[in-house]
């Protein structure tokens, strides 16, 4: 009786590893198929603003119509060609929203995958989030004193139309 038992409990050990391994594959091949979407969402968007941006009139000045400049649209402009956070998308305004929210304890990762809607326990989402604010940064629109920690800037930096800026 006690071979049996034993057979069976290596049995059921081997098909315990089995899918465990099987769950490792499974979860590895769902954080590849998020970044894919992640990256084909975020094309389509730079399509779409692309095509947004093409149908646009050209600005014409003393009669001459003005080329547009050549090269890639930004999905968030830099600070200082913009009026004010009406021209960052819905997700990047929230963003800004959660980093004035958060104060001077900053805005992280983790929470910005939670503004955004996204599961924050699954490590690839938290980095995609991360990017997010980090492209806020390198446009001048946060501040990232400590690392991983993102604030809006300081009041005499704001312009107007900042939450928390000028008027």
Not at 88 to 102: H, I, N, Q, R, T
Not at 130 to 138: F, I, S, T, W, Y
């Amino acid at each position: 009786m006690r071979a049996v038992l034993e057979t069976r409990r290596k049995t059921a050990a081997v098909r315990v590893e089995e899918l465990a391994a099987e769950l490792d594959r499974a979860r590895t091949a769902l954080a590849e198929a998020e970044d894919v979407l992640r990256c084909r969402v975020i094309g389509l968007e730079q399509y779409l603003e692309a095509l947004a941006e093409a149908d646009a009139p050209a600005v014409v000045a003393d009669g001459v119509a003005q080329r547009k400049p050549v090269g890639p649209r930004r999905a968030v402009p830099h600070r200082q060609d913009s009026a004010g956070v009406e021209v960052l998308s819905v997700d990047y305004k929230a963003l800004m929203a959660a980093a004035g929210e958060a104060g001077i304890g900053g805005l992280g990762a983790r929470r910005a995958a939670v503004v955004l809607g996204w599961d924050s326990g699954l490590a690839s989402r938290v980095e995609g989030a991360r990017a997010r604010p980090k492209r806020l940064v390198e446009r001048g629109w946060l501040v990232e004193d400590k690392p991983g920690r993102f604030t809006l800037p300081a009041p005499d930096q704001a312009g107007a139309g900042w939450p928390g800026g000028g008027s």
